[in-house]
């Protein structure tokens, strides 16, 4: 989700999104169930696969679904929230969380929400604690936390758990419990877009998913400063594998001096593979789909880098290119860790690229492999946030750069193949995916105006 901070703004809502978002607020409920009309708002996957079946058109004229499939709104732009705000718009990245019983032993999910909002922008109301100011104001930038009922999805509390951020693109949950919130914006005095700024920025913050309220901003300024992206946390050694959305980026680790402690500082470095200096396939097919190759990691000094210089150090030390580096996914298979990253411009076409990094033990080297590599917008364009469903496919929410976008959640296989998933009609991007701790239900956010859904289908089939 790259954007210069000052820029005009690429996801500006159009007119044919209100129109539909309206609608359905005006029907009262929020909410569809995939119909059975014979024609098919799907596009033809790769390989013939059609993964869920055909996509059925929304009556709301907002989000299509395969048969079987549903979906609600359960928290939106503008609704008040029980800290006297209203929710703020630009909803991106997000986790989900098992809070476990309440007092009277009903159990609760949470759901950790950033908000990718820039200085200029409306926070939903005055902000009482935070990380960064300007002009003597904290800026708007942070996160928002819903607390379901785990059974029927109710909304029983929403209310800002981070605040004084800038652009908070995505993150990821860790083992502990916790939301791990990056901040998209390497700014601050003196620097490009930072006018009135009264601190850097740049850095990731961790929101406890138990929170009642307004967290204690901690940069966590060990873990470097650059355009971050995502975070998603090995939960056998507790490291933290990061992204950054830059065409020139490269692939992070944090090794935390104490595991579970973060803001106790520890030792950043760089992805470097065994013969290939850059994995993007812009100019030459230099990473075959499916050949696994070694990996070593460099160490990085400067972390704080307040020139912004990180990645192109990084790679004067050997680490490769990446492009773009968006959603993070860590599970778990066979016993060994695997980590999806999201390469939103990479490969030949520049359409969409993941890598799937293999964390080694015993003694084995991590490798990654080109997981994934675009042909065709048919199968896969630009895609950012994911996931993994209970199915063990990838779950990934696509966001265009161009004047009309027509982005579509798209499901891949474990085996390489992308079918549609979801189409959606606003003008906007999905964002935030992520499933209950039960894997009925996934939740996603489209970016604006905030929407917040829960789509519920036959997941694991």
Not at 80 to 86: A, W
Not at 270 to 281: F, K, L, Q, Y
Not at 307 to 320: I, S, T
Not at 420 to 448: I, M, W
Request: proline letters at 7%; one cysteine or more; a negative charge.
């Amino acid at each position: 989700m790259t954007l210069p901070i000052a820029s005009s703004d690429r996801r500006g809502f159009l007119g044919a999104t209100a129109s539909a978002f309206a609608a359905l607020a005006a029907s009262g409920c929020m909410s569809r169930t995939a119909g059975t009309p014979a024609t098919s708002a799907a596009r033809p996957a790769a390989g013939g696969f059609a993964g869920y079946g055909a996509l059925k058109p929304d009556p709301a004229g907002f989000l299509d679904l395969p048969e079987g499939f549903s979906y609600r709104v359960i928290s939106r732009l503008g609704d008040r929230m029980d800290d006297g705000g209203t929710v703020p718009d630009r909803a991106d990245g997000m986790g989900c969380f098992d809070l476990g019983p309440d007092e009277n032993g009903n159990p609760e999910i949470a759901l950790v929400r950033n908000h990718e909002l820039q200085p200029k922008h409306d926070a939903g109301g005055p902000i009482a604690k935070g990380y960064g100011k300007r002009e003597g104001a904290f800026v708007p930038g942070g996160t928002t936390t819903i607390v379901l009922d785990a059974k029927t999805l109710a909304v029983k509390r929403q209310f800002r758990s981070l605040g004084g951020t800038i652009r908070n693109c995505s993150g990821g949950v860790t083992p502990w419990g916790s939301w791990l919130t990056c901040e998209e914006a390497p700014t601050g005095p003196g620097q490009p877009y930072g006018d009135g700024l009264e601190q850097n920025h740049g850095w990731v913050f961790e929101v406890p998913a138990a929170a009642k309220g307004l967290v204690d901003p901690v940069p966590l300024k060990a873990m470097g400063r650059f355009n971050h992206e995502a975070a998603s946390v090995d939960p056998a050694t507790g490291i933290v594998y990061l992204t950054e959305d830059r065409d020139d980026g490269v692939l992070y680790r944090f090794l935390p001096k104490t595991p579970g402690r973060l803001a106790e500082g520890g030792r950043l470095q760089a992805m470097a593979v065994e013969g290939i200096a850059d994995t993007r396939n812009w100019n030459s097919p230099a990473m075959a789909v499916g050949k696994p190759y070694r990996v070593s990691w460099v160490d990085l000094d400067e972390v704080e880098a307040p020139k912004d210089d990180l990645r192109q150090r990084a790679v004067a030390k050997g680490a490769a290119l990446v492009a773009r580096g968006e959603g993070l996914h860590m599970g778990v298979k066979r016993g060994q860790s695997e980590v999806f990253a999201c390469c939103t411009s990479g490969g030949a076409k520049q359409l969409g690229q993941i890598l799937k990094l293999t964390i080694g033990g015993a003694g084995q080297p991590d490798t990654v492999t080109l997981f994934f590599e675009s042909e065709s917008t048919e199968q896969f364009n630009f895609g950012d946030n994911l996931t993994v469903a209970p199915s063990g496919h990838l779950i990934v929410c696509e966001d265009q750069y161009t004047d009309v976008v027509d982005n579509h959640i798209r499901g891949i296989t474990p085996d390489g193949r992308a079918y549609n998933l979801a189409k959606l009609h606003a003008q906007t991007e999905l964002a935030g995916a992520c499933f209950s701790p039960d894997g009925r239900t996934l939740f996603v956010n489209a970016y604006g105006p905030a929407a917040t859904l829960a789509i519920s289908g036959p997941w694991a089939a």
